[in-house]
């Protein structure tokens, strides 16, 4: 399935999905769904609900559970709940705190679900530029991309972190992007929904979520790339055909010129407009 929505994706970059709906409640999806749920490092994490993924296992049963996820999903009637807030310390912070959305297990296996049926679409758009929570495009390979570039005349790296930026992700402008490609309405409903899901702070309180994706959330890093890929387009966008870098005679003008030549390398949200700058002779 996935093989297929990738490959249609990919030879019709123009193409809006529809009657996805069906591929993300289809037993063999959820079941998969689960079981990377289930293999998760947070699987003993509970939402707000208090369930674990074992405790579903024990007391509730895997095929239940998924039958009756799947019913909700069909009739119209699931509705996500508010992610549970979990403040953890940042590595190497200096005190400073990070701040976590865990969803229900019930939520987290829908998120898993449509990222099943949504990433190998979006996935056919994405630059080769982005690394950060992508398949197969590790941390490593980033690296090893800015090593490259150092050896073809690229010397300085310029390196930027946006504040907050799970946090900060509009809504309006990521779903008009989503919406580019998805056509089914039930999908698009249910991507807003866990977008307006909310949160229960660590207080108790309870916040509703107008901007951000939280963190903690399966989905949330293939929101965030879709995001992201606008800013990845502008940056990318000399390097395309006709660009002011796109042929050696146009980077070897501008050297002449003084204006620098560069190239992006973004891991999720640490990036810069000029990842990599050549110096300018």
Known sequence: MQAKLHRWATADSGRRFDDLF????????????????????????????????????????????????RAQLKTGTFRPLPVRERLIPKPGGAGK???????????????AALKLV???????????????????????????????????????????????????????????RIRARVKDKRVLALVKA??????LTELGEHRDTPTGTPQG?????????????????????????????STLGRRAYRRRHAMPNWRLVRYADDCAPRTLMEVVM
């Open 97 to 111: 705190l990070r701040r976590l959305g865990i969803p229900t297990v019930a939520d987290r296996v829908v998120q």
């Open 194 to 199: 866990f977008l307006k899901a909310g949160i």
């Open 118 to 176: 949504l990433e190998p679409i979006f996935e056919a758009g994405f630059l080769p530029v982005s690394y950060g929570f992508r398949p197969r495009r590790r941390a490593q390979d980033a690296i090893a991309e800015i090593h490259y570039f150092g050896t073809r005349g690229y010397r300085w790296v310029l390196d930027a972190d946006i504040e907050a930026a799970f946090d900060n992700v509009a809504h309006p402008p990521v779903m008009d």
């Open 22 to 69: 069906n591929l993300v409640h289809d037993p063999a999806t959820l079941l998969m769904a689960f079981e990377r749920v289930a293999g998760n490092m947070g699987a003993r994490t509970p939402g707000v609900d208090g369930l674990t993924v074992a405790q579903v296992e024990e007391y509730i049963g895997v095929s239940g559970f998924l039958d009756d996820l």
């Open 217 to 245: 959330g399966i989905l949330s890093p293939l929101i965030f790339n879709i995001a992201m890929s606008a800013l990845d387009e502008h940056l990318h966008g000399p390097w395309k055909d006709g660009g002011t870098m």
